[in-house]
């Protein structure tokens, strides 16, 4: 029996904080992962001083008002109404006893200052709203302020908030608060009373002391007190009786009831956990050592399947596969190697003029191969490879073309990877001219170093030593991304000679990545993104902020003197001069106007800036504003914005991997690459009028 009482909450709920790491943020969905809560103990004082913890086991948890969109709020502000909320709540749950949140944040223009001070990690505390329907108490003897843990609360909302969470926080007033009761059962207290009440009811039975212990000993256990005072008081009357028979105290006493066993849930899950792990773990590891296509593996885990079925479907697969690609024994000479470099050449050739007659003109070679369907291409390579294809129907080639160590295959790739590299190579994008291109090595963190402190050339005295200068990281750090896509080119493209699977969607790809660099190019210079100085990049702190004004003369000459003004690190005039003026294609005509070289109908008409700017046009201003325009120096002069490509890697690249239970080829598109804005002085803004 568990000792019951009700304490006040408000009905404004309760909050505790945590923290988050922006590591997670995902710039792309604008999404970050949350620790909302770890159960952590700490002091309240809404009716009377007592530690609270929060139970983190997930049947204590009432989790579905977050899991159906709960609110993402700014420091807890319910009374703001909707301009409160900056965010919502896409799915949490519970894991290793913490609980786990993704939060997905407003694109709303008012809030763009708080949503980068998320992402940059200004902004670094969590807290979650609650209320708590069950409390137990927990405390230990002699405490002298109570420990209650919740058993069931329920998550409301989930803030980002300005101080973190205080363990020893005061307590605070009531008198102006709606409350609600809440019961606390108390369970050491419990045990305490009904120990209690056994050595009492013991003593009055007559009970002696040996067996009113015993009892106490299994104090949990006893369901019916009255029955067990009897059950012992017979054994003791018994054991007076007859002093011979040493004394025998029930070690299983009767119930009015089956106990059932305790299991430990969580650890009955963790143990399930462990078991599903290994049993993946086993099926990829088999799927590699007999080289089947990881999709194979993930399907037959996601399915179930033990490990010894697996077992016996990989080793039929594989002798599939083998039996499928067996070739008649033949020997290349140099001269065959030629002619096979010559082949796939003019068969590449031909299916690019077929792809784009005007851009890939047609070779002589590779006349062979114009009016060839794909599956006949297929069959010729098989023959010269030494595989009869005599008595094969198209989709048996096909098969065996897309299944074997044929030059086809490496054809089908090439032509992929040609077209997805000359679409990316044409796409237009406006930002070479202030972006500076470079490579790296890994996906580590990119620092760049820059002078610093007495950087100029000195004068050197005579007899004198040069002056010694040093280089300091840059504060503004960046990595690079992975990017990708799977394009799966199956025997029923072969049989249907559908090109466009191997050239138009490549090409289409191409496209996509030349926009994607634009887009996250000019989405530094739309966002106004925080610098490591705690500046945005156009601030008045820079002093690359104009007068909001319409395009002219004075508005223009207003930039180009806050550009030549800017000053190193050294406190020196860098005397940057602008090479580009840059708007929204609404602007566009506005700005090719003032930057034509008309002739002027009388002196005071003259623009003294023709001439002197090329216009940059570009349509992803439009959504951010249809007014705003800038002046950018050039990249050779100073370092704007940095992109930085994997080694290798001058653009998007494919690969190839044969997929067996897939019937067909898969073309694996990457690219692998980043951008930051290093400098703001190469930048001036204005808002426009």
């Not at 608060?177 to 059962?185: A, D, K, V």
Request: glycine share 6%; proline share 3%.
């Amino acid at each position: 029996m568990k000792r019951k009482k009700t304490i006040k909450i408000p009905k404004n709920g309760l909050s505790v904080r945590a923290s988050f790491t922006p590591d997670t943020f995902d710039e792309e969905n604008r999404t970050i992962e949350v620790v909302f809560s770890t159960g952590a103990k700490g002091k309240r004082g809404y009716w009377e001083p007592y530690f609270e913890e929060l139970s983190m086991k997930k049947s204590d948890v009432r989790m579905e008002r977050l899991n159906q969109g709960a609110p993402v709020l700014n420091n807890h502000s319910r009374y703001n109404g909707l301009e409160g909320i900056i965010g919502v709540v896409e799915k949490a749950w519970i894991r290793n006893k913490e609980g786990i949140a993704t939060l997905r944040l407003s694109s709303r223009d008012e809030l763009q200052g708080i949503v980068r001070d998320i992402q940059d990690g200004i902004i670094r505390n969590v807290s979650v709203g609650y209320t708590v329907h069950k409390y137990e108490d927990v405390s230990k003897k002699g405490d002298e302020v109570p420990t209650y843990r919740a058993t069931d609360w329920e998550p409301m909302e989930i803030s980002f908030v300005d101080i973190p969470f205080d363990k020893d926080s005061q307590s605070r007033s009531l008198d102006d608060q709606e409350t609600y009761e809440c019961i606390i059962e108390n369970t050491e207290e419990s045990k305490m009373l009904k120990e209690q009440e056994i050595r009492e009811a013991g003593k009055t039975a007559g009970l002696s002391e040996k067996f009113i212990e015993a009892m106490v000993a299994r104090i949990t256990e006893i369901t019916d007190l009255d029955g067990e005072i009897k059950r012992s008081l017979a054994t003791q009357e018994k054991e007076e009786k007859d002093p011979v028979i040493e004394p025998e105290i029930p070690a299983e006493p009767v119930r009015t009831q089956k106990t059932e066993p305790v299991v430990d849930v969580d650890e009955a899950k963790r143990v399930a956990a462990e078991t599903e792990r290994a049993r993946g773990m086993d099926i990829r590891k088999l799927a590699k050592d007999l080289g089947l296509d990881d999709t194979i593996a993930n399907e037959h885990v996601e399915k179930g399947t033990d490990l010894d079925s697996f077992r016996n479907f990989a080793i039929e697969s594989r002798a599939k596969m083998d039996e499928l690609n067996k070739t008649t024994g033949h020997s290349i000479e140099v001269n065959d190697m030629e002619n096979r470099q010559s082949r796939m050449a003019a068969a590449e050739n031909a299916l690019l003029h077929k792809f784009d007659r005007k851009a890939y003109e047609l070779t002589e070679s590779g006349t062979d191969f114009r009016f060839s369907r794909l599956t006949e291409i297929a069959r010729k390579f098989l023959e010269s490879e030494g595989v009869s294809t005599s008595g094969m129907a198209d989709a048996q080639v096909a098969e065996r073309a897309l299944h074997s160590s044929s030059d086809f295959q490496e054809i089908l790739a090439n032509v992929a990877n040609k077209t997805l590299r000359d679409a990316y190579d044409m796409g237009r994008q406006t930002f070479g001219a202030f972006v500076r291109e470079t490579e790296v090595s890994d996906f580590k963190e990119i620092s760049r170093t820059q002078l610093h402190s007495g950087a100029g050339l000195s004068e050197v005295k005579e007899s004198g030593e040069y002056e010694h200068t040093t280089m300091s990281e840059s504060a503004e750090k960046y990595s690079i991304k992975e990017y990708g896509k799977i394009i799966g080119l199956t025997r029923k493209t072969l049989i249907n000679d559908d090109l466009n699977a191997f050239t138009r969607v490549p090409a289409q790809m191409g496209l996509k990545a030349r926009a994607l660099e634009s887009k996250l190019i000019w989405a530094i210079i739309t966002s106004n993104p925080l610098m490591a100085d705690g500046n945005a990049l156009f601030s008045a702190a820079h002093g690359n902020l104009g007068t909001a004004g319409a395009i002219s003369v004075t508005t223009v000459n207003e930039g180009i003197s806050k550009m030549m003004l800017q000053k190193d690190l050294d406190d020196e005039l860098l005397d940057i001069t602008p090479s580009y003026m840059a708007g929204p294609s609404i602007l566009g005509a506005t700005i090719k106007s003032f930057l034509g070289a008309t002739i002027p109908s009388q002196d005071s008409n003259v623009n003294p800036f023709k001439g002197d700017l090329d216009p940059i046009i570009e349509a992803r201003l439009d959504a951010s504003s249809v007014t705003a325009w800038y002046l950018m120096a050039s990249s050779q002069m100073i370092d704007m914005i940095e992109i930085a490509r994997l080694e290798g890697q001058n653009g998007p690249s494919i690969t190839q991997k044969e997929g067996f239970e897939t019937s067909g080829l898969k073309l694996k598109v990457s690219y692998d690459f980043g951008a930051k804005v290093l400098d703001h002085r190469g930048f001036f803004k204005n808002a426009g009028a």
